[in-house]
Antibody
Framework: QVQLVQSGAEVKKPGSSVKVSCKASGGTFNTYAISWVRQAPGQGLEWMGGIIPIFGTENYAQKLQGRVTITADESTDTAYMELSSLRSDDTAVYYC???????????????WGQGTTVTVSS | EIVLTQSPGTLSLSPGERATLSCRASQSVTRNYLAWYQQKPGQAPRLLVYGASSRATGIPGRFSGSGSGTDFTLTISRLEPEDFAVYYCQQYGNSPNTFGQGTKLEIK
């Protein structure tokens, strides 16, 4: 049973960048998507974007386009999410997920990482 | 993008009762590609249902999903104490993937 293990909590200054990692253990990315979902304190879930490593295709939420980059290293089964130009409203828990692809760029998320808290504060 | 509206915002019920949660889409969801997730405090969400009505691996039979087009329902037949949580729907039939705002199921 695959598990997704994320890197630890981060505290960042406004305007800086953060890079969160997500390693698959007990399995590989294979033909799945790896996507990122964030949750601000007390709020709902927001899909940020995803990558399908076997195809090398990425897609992002329009709201975050230009600030978020998702990459994957198939040799180590590790995915990364980098968010730049951080603002206070980027403070959230960031989850990586394994996505079961049904049509390009669309998937449901059957495995979730434990979450990484990113705090943006001056 | 497709907007998902969940109702009610909060549902107060007692263990043993039946829960009915609604998710309405702003336009028809392609091939009924709709999923439901459960999230408990301090935990990551867990997939319950995909394809509107297929239970995910290991999900108890008291959880069932139904619906098509723009109207979908998650039903919990007899509530157990561990079922009190927040539930989200998500559509994945049209890009971008989108989530509803959630329904909080609380103990009455």
């Amino acid at each position: 049973q695959v598990q997704l293990v994320q890197s630890g909590a981060e505290v960042k200054k406004p305007g800086s960048s953060v890079k969160v990692s997500c390693k698959a253990s007990g399995g590989t990315f294979n033909t799945y998507a790896i996507s990122w979902v964030r949750q601000a304190p007390g709020q709902g879930l927001e899909w940020m974007g995803g990558i399908i490593p076997i195809f090398g295709t990425e897609n992002y939420a329009q709201k975050l386009q230009g600030r978020v980059t998702i990459t994957a290293d198939e040799s180590t089964d590790t995915a990364y999410m980098e968010l730049s130009s951080l603002r206070s409203d980027d403070t959230a828990v960031y989850y990586c997920t394994r996505g079961f692809v049904v049509i390009p760029a669309c998937y449901y998320m059957d495995v979730w990482g434990q979450g990484t808290t990113v705090t943006v504060s001056s | 993008e497709i907007v998902l509206t969940q109702s009610p915002g909060t549902l107060s019920l007692s263990p043993g009762e039946r829960a009915t949660l609604s998710c309405r889409a702003s336009q028809s969801v392609t091939r009924n590609y709709l999923a439901w997730y459960q999230q408990k405090p301090g935990q990551a969400p867990r997939l319950l249902v995909y394809g509107a009505s297929s239970r995910a691996t290991g999900i108890p039979g008291r959880f069932s999903g139904s619906g098509s087009g723009t109207d979908f329902t998650l039903t919990i037949s007899r509530l157990e104490p561990e079922d009190f949580a927040v539930y989200y729907c998500q559509q994945y039939g049209n890009s971008p993937n989108t989530f509803g705002q959630g329904t909080k199921l609380e103990i009455k």
